[in-house]
């Protein structure tokens, strides 16, 4: 079977170390726009309606302050993946009620399930690591926050 990694499917340009919405809302809105960056996404404004309907159908926010929006769009070519960090923390609908401070989003083709569930497996288990998480909020630099993952995966 396949490794899928997540150091695959983002680059520093799909990094944001400081986030600046105040609720859920907003922080889809500004993560639809982080990942629209790339290449692999044609309609940044349907990303965020796919995150949103995602959503409608039960929180990202996995608890210990990780977010993990994702949805199936025809806005995406490829799988893309984002990530940021909100330093103020938002109120999420998290299934542990903590506010977040982590989010890892992505984005994958309607056809692509199966890679889709492997990275969604794939950042679940990395974030449940304290120690993972406590170096991606010290992360600098968007370089830093690749490194980290790339080490984190063994590469």
Do not use: W
Request: with cysteine; proline share 1%.
């Amino acid at each position: 079977m396949e490794l899928v990694k997540i150091i695959d499917y983002i680059d520093e340009s799909l990094i944001c170390l400081d986030l600046k919405s105040k609720n859920k809302e907003e922080m889809l809105k500004e993560l639809g726009k982080l990942i629209g960056k790339s290449k692999n996404i044609i309609d940044e404004k349907e990303v965020y309606k796919a995150l949103t309907e995602r959503e409608k159908i039960g929180s990202t926010g996995i608890g210990k302050g990780v977010g993990i929006p994702h949805a199936k769009t025809e806005s995406a070519i490829g799988l893309t993946i984002a990530f940021g960090i909100s330093r103020s923390k938002i109120e999420f609908d998290s299934l542990d009620e903590e506010k977040v401070s982590i989010f890892f989003v992505f984005a994958s083709p309607l056809k692509d399930g199966q890679t889709y569930l492997k990275v969604l497996a794939r950042i679940s288990r990395l974030l449940r690591e304290e120690n993972f998480r406590k170096k991606l909020l010290s992360a600098k630099t968007e370089k830093e926050v690749i490194e980290l993952i790339r080490v984190e995966e063994g590469i």
